[in-house]
T-cell receptor
Framework: DAEITQSPRHKITETGRQVTLACHQTWNHNNMFWYRQDLGHGLRLIHYSYGVQDTNKGEVSDGYSVSRSNTEDLPLTLESAASSQTSVYFC????????????????FGPGTRLTVL | AQSVTQPDIHITVSEGASLELRCNYSYGATPYLFWYVQSPGQGLQLLLKYFSGDTLVQGIKGFEAEFKRSQSSFNLRKPSVHWSDAAEYFCAGGRGNEKLTFGTGTRLTIIP
């Protein structure tokens, strides 16, 4: 079955270190998204991609970067981790088929819990 | 600006009681609307979605939601909750540009 996976599931790092969170989907979806989930804020969009070589900033992109070299993967990099980036991170994907009745439906990975000390 | 609001941070209901979770949206035109559920330590699972047509939408696990344009609402309902329904529920909206805007979530607690 097609799925979306994230690794690692848990990560503890120190302030100032570079961290990369992996996201891999086998749906063959063109669209991929990264969110962070924090109490009282719900899910906030960090970065997203509509296809290979395409990346876009979301509402909370400062301190994060992504690259899209193939359809399956969208790694999220924290250039210099800060305590404010302690959060749960979710990756999602969707299919932009123009003929589907409802676009925008996203499929989520299990999440990565990141702690920055 | 587009927004989705979930006014209730936390709701507690008794097992077997009915449930209604509120969601209000603010968009220039009718958005696509979704309800997702998140069990502890898990990702988000789609419960149901609305695009157009019939304003009462049926979803998985016995949930339904009603779209009310006059009230800009898309409330989630279930006639009789089970202990396994305890989770966080998120309402989300989209405008066909592939991005979603999420509400802040409602945590549902079920008491025996």
């Amino acid at each position: 079955d097609a799925e979306i996976t994230q690794s690692p599931r848990h990560k503890i790092t120190e302030t100032g270190r570079q961290v990369t969170l992996a996201c891999h989907q086998t749906w063959n979806h063109n669209n991929m998204f990264w969110y962070r989930q924090d109490l009282g804020h719900g899910l906030r969009l960090i970065h997203y991609s509509y296809g290979v070589q395409d990346t876009n900033k979301g509402e909370v992109s400062d301190g994060y970067s992504v690259s899209r070299s193939n359809t399956e993967d969208l790694p999220l990099t924290l250039e210099s981790a800060a305590s404010s980036q302690t959060s749960v991170y979710f990756c999602a994907s969707s299919e932009p088929d123009q003929e589907r009745e409802v676009r925008d439906e996203q499929f989520f990975g299990p999440g990565t819990r990141l702690t920055v000390l | 600006a587009q927004s989705v609001t979930q006014p209730d941070i936390h709701i507690t209901v008794s097992e077997g009681a009915s449930l209604e979770l509120r969601c209000n949206y603010s968009y220039g035109a009718t958005p696509y609307l979704f309800w997702y559920v998140q069990s502890p330590g898990q990702g988000l699972q789609l419960l149901l979605k609305y695009f157009s047509g019939d304003t009462l939408v049926q979803g998985i696990k016995g949930f339904e939601a009603e779209f009310k344009r006059s009230q800009s609402s898309f409330n989630l309902r279930k006639p009789s909750v089970h202990w396994s329904d305890a989770a966080e529920y998120f309402c989300a909206g989209g405008r066909g540009n592939e991005k979603l805007t999420f509400g802040t979530g409602t945590r549902l607690t079920i008491i025996p």
